[in-house]
């Protein structure tokens, strides 16, 4: 084998590897927009539930209109949120405003016996859980991206093609506590 060869095997080895990790930085992007599509459906059947929790509770309103207010802020945010971002303080605000609302059920028992509001409490429990797999997933899929496009060589092809850093779908660490703490309730 001449050296003229070994050189093209080289360049040629080169520029395979080159496409591979073009190709692994374009399937991770593509799972990223899935991911992240799946979270975004959660969120809107979330969204789309709220209105008839509100109307279940609105015989309650003499007693907490500002909860339900709040519930309804949160859900219009969270409706018009564009980034990644701002979606995840909407559902950050939505939580809280949900986690009080819930609380206010143990005061009222007429409303915590009420079976459609029981039902749509075990069905916003689902979606809860579904956004927190999904969550769970595009956190890992970004996590793999980033790393991808940090690590050497791959750092240059992803520099050379516009792969840029995305961020995390968090859950504020303040908000989770104050969902879980309960309300103060006077009647």
């Known amino acids: 084998m001449s050296f003229g060869n070994i050189i093209l095997l080289v360049i040629a080895g080169a520029g395979v590897y080159l496409i591979a990790i073009y190709n692994k930085l374009v399937s991770l992007r593509a799972g990223m927009d899935a ?3 799946d979270i975004d459906v959660q969120l ?4 789309n539930l709220i209105p008839a929790l509100v109307d279940t ?4 309103k003499a007693y907490e209109g500002e909860t339900l207010e709040k519930v309804i802020a949160a859900r219009q945010q969270g409706l018009t949120a564009g980034s990644v971002e701002e979606k995840a303080q909407a559902a950050n605000m939505l939580s809280g405003a949900l986690g009080k609302l819930f609380a ?5 028992p007429d409303l915590k016996a009420n079976t ?9 429990g689902s ?4 956004i927190q797999n999904a969550r769970r997933y ?14 050497f060589p791959d750092l240059f092809v992803a520099q050379k093609f516009d792969f840029t850093r995305r961020d995390y779908f968090e859950l504020d660490e303040s908000e989770a506590e104050r969902v879980r703490q309960m309300p103060k309730i006077d009647l």
């Open 116 to 124: 459609n509001f029981l039902k749509l409490q075990d069905e916003l």
């Open 44 to 47: 809107k059947r979330r969204y």
């Open 127 to 130: 979606i809860e859980h579904a």
């Open 104 to 108: 206010l059920s143990e005061a009222y």
């Open 138 to 151: 595009y956190n890992a899929i970004v996590r793999d991206y980033n790393a991808k496009i940090e690590s």
């Open 35 to 37: 991911a992240w599509s």
């Open 57 to 60: 509770v609105k015989g309650y």
